[in-house]
């Protein structure tokens, strides 16, 4: 490797330190653009759903399964932990078509449409920002319709949903400073670097090195998951706060966009809840309730609507927005010519490379894992209480998938934690006592939901609608994917248990742990958690989910003295 080889690597070093980037959503309407349209996804009717019918057939593949690794090592011949996701779940691939065919799957395909479209806008324009127009809202919807609709039909665990994560997005603005600082073009780099990562990531499924994650813990998952949903709910009150304090905004704008937020987020909570209630019959109830979030939206729409069709311009709140035609932001050519880069850099790309590999690596892993919680009743292609089936192979989508949207400039996309929780849960059947008894498991959801983004990319119609959601309506559905995925967190039953009067307050799975102690445990998870929301503010924030990796080591120094092994044993059961 050459001096300039070496002379890239000290910078990347040095610019992974040094970068600051701002991650909050911005939804300012591009330069040329166009209002996206919802289109209703072609799922049939209700029925009596079919996914009891396959119980058999995920039996007998799961007996099939020659692997008794209850505790596998952490790395395995090569393919064959991809041949084991696969082995076991394509003899369901037809049994994931016909069980996604039923009313609840369309009400969360039309849920997760705004879910998944709105974030994608909204990094866009981050995206935009951090890169000067070299990658930007066109490329960010592009690549989470083309990688999410690939992913739903080749994925071992269809119910993640992928998308762009604000580490990704950090990391690529430090890459883009470090292309300007070295004198390199910056789309050849990044495709290098891409390039590099899907190589590494490959290496890492073959291999089945995901088995990793069995390090983490619940301690782990419980921090993890509510970081992402404090980050959910903050950046919807950051977005609404701005509308008040904007200087082209008004104070009329901003109390009708709070109004908006709200009334969108407590009519999908209501509506979500209606499942728990004694109010009409079941079958009301049901389908009332897993429409909610959608009932939400359109709620907020019709408040909107009316408030500009009664008081005009000084009532119009901005909407969604996207450019008009299927072209590159900048209008360069979609495939990037990585052969303009000099060849020292080529090699040199490597060093980047392995940072952007940790960002995917765990963001991948540690969300898949919360997918396959055992709480969830997931029986298709795993084996009873394991949360490592389907990683590796869907590990090997990603880097696939990695390699490909660097070849064109498009943003790299990994599991989406609230999405992929607010999926499963979307997707969830309840017992008459409101008990989770079981999760649809299937691949069309996720096949229609990108399907409808890919329509809003490349044809005139569909946008036209959206016009019609303004972005305090998606303010409000963020605030909703927040704290929905909050309930059956027990670090968040625990910080509520804080401040209740334990001789009355019901009874919980670690109730026999000295109150002392759940004290303790729960203050060193906050802790945490404030640790890597200062770590994601700071001028190091790129290197954040090698904290959440450090949380492992962490969990099991506490056992050595912190606090006993017996109650750790409880309070940290998977």
């Given amino acids: ?42 799922l049939m009717k209700a029925g009596p759903s079919s996914h009891r019918t396959s119980s058999l057939s995920m039996s007998t593949v799961a007996a099939d399964a020659t692997d008794d690794d209850k505790d596998p090592p952490l790395f395995e011949s090569l393919f064959k932990g991809i ?10 691939y037809g049994s994931d078509v016909t069980d996604g065919l039923n009313t609840q799957c369309l009400a969360a395909t039309c849920f997760l449409f705004f879910a998944c479209l709105a974030p994608a806008i909204g990094f866009g324009s981050l995206f935009g920002l951090a890169t000067n127009g070299a ?12 990688c999410g609709l690939i992913y739903a039909l080749t994925s071992a665990q269809p119910l993640t949903i992928i998308g762009s994560t604000g580490p990704v997005l950090a990391f690529v603005a ?27 990531l490959l290496v890492s499924s073959v291999t089945s090195a995901s088995n990793l994650v069995k390090y983490l813990t619940r301690f782990t998952d419980e921090i993890f998951s509510t970081l992402i949903s404090f980050i959910f709910v903050v950046e919807a009150a950051q977005n609404i706060g701005r509308s008040f304090t904007n200087p082209a ?33 079941k079958s009301i109830r049901k389908n009332v309730s897993n429409f909610g979030p959608t009932i939400g939206v359109v709620a907020g729409a019709l408040i909107a609507r009316w408030a500009r069709l009664s008081h005009g311009a000084m009532a119009t709140l901005p909407a969604l927005s996207i450019p008009a035609t299927f072209a590159t932001t900048s209008g360069r050519p979609w495939m990037i010519p990585i052969f303009d880069l000099p060849v ?13 590999t940790v960002l995917l690596f765990l963001d991948q892993n540690i969300t898949v894992r919360l997918v396959n919680n055992p709480n969830y009743k997931m029986e298709k292609g795993r084996r009873k209480g394991n949360m490592l089936d389907g990683m590796h192979a869907d590990m090997l989508i990603i880097s696939i998938l990695t390699f490909f949207t660097s070849l064109v400039g498009l943003p790299w996309l990994v599991a989406a934690t609230v999405r992929s929780i607010s999926h499963v849960r979307a997707l969830s059947i309840f017992d008459s006592a409101g008990k989770l008894k079981s999760t649809i ?67 919980e799975r670690w109730s026999t742990v000295p109150k002392k102690v759940t004290v303790l445990f729960t203050a060193i998870q906050i802790a945490c958690l404030g640790a890597m929301v200062y770590v994601k503010e700071s001028p190091i ?17 506490l056992e050595k003295g912190v606090v006993k092994k017996e109650y750790i044993d409880i309070l940290d059961e998977d």
């Fill in 83 to 92: 041949r084991r996701d696969y082995k076991m779940r394509l003899p369901l």
């Fill in 541 to 557: 924030g790129v290197l954040f989910p090698v904290v959440i990796a450090l949380l492992a080591p962490l969990r099991f120094a």
């Fill in 441 to 507: 498991e299937q691949r069309i959801t996720g096949l229609s939901i990108h399907s409808l983004i890919g329509a809003c990319v490349l044809f005139d119609k569909p946008r036209a609608v959206l016009t019609q959601i303004p972005t305090p309506v998606l303010m409000g559905l963020f605030m909703f994917l927040g704290t929905s995925a909050l309930p059956g967190n027990e670090m968040w039953e625990r910080i509520k248990g804080l401040f209740m009067d334990s001789k009355i307050a019901p009874k």
């Fill in 344 to 356: 020292w850099a080529r090699w040199g790309a490597f060093l980047p490379a392995l940072m952007a």
């Fill in 1 to 42: 490797m050459s001096i300039k080889s070496f002379r890239l690597a000290a910078a990347s070093a040095v610019l992974l330190l040094s970068a600051s980037p701002s991650w909050s959503f911005s939804f300012a309407p591009a330069t040329t653009t166009r209002h996206h349209a919802l289109a209703r996804p072609a």
């Fill in 249 to 281: 905004s008004s104070f009329t704008k901003g109390l009708l966009t709070l109004i908006v937020a709200v009334s969108t987020y407590f009519t999908a909570t209501v509506f979500k809840g209606l499942r728990n209630t004694v109010y009409f019959n």
């Fill in 135 to 146: 990658i930007g809202t066109m490329e960010m919807v592009s690549s989470t319709a083309m």
């Fill in 174 to 200: 430090t890459l883009f400073k470090l292309a300007e600082k070295m004198n390199l073009p910056f789309l050849p780099l990044y495709a290098w670097t891409g390039i590099w990562t899907s190589g590494i």
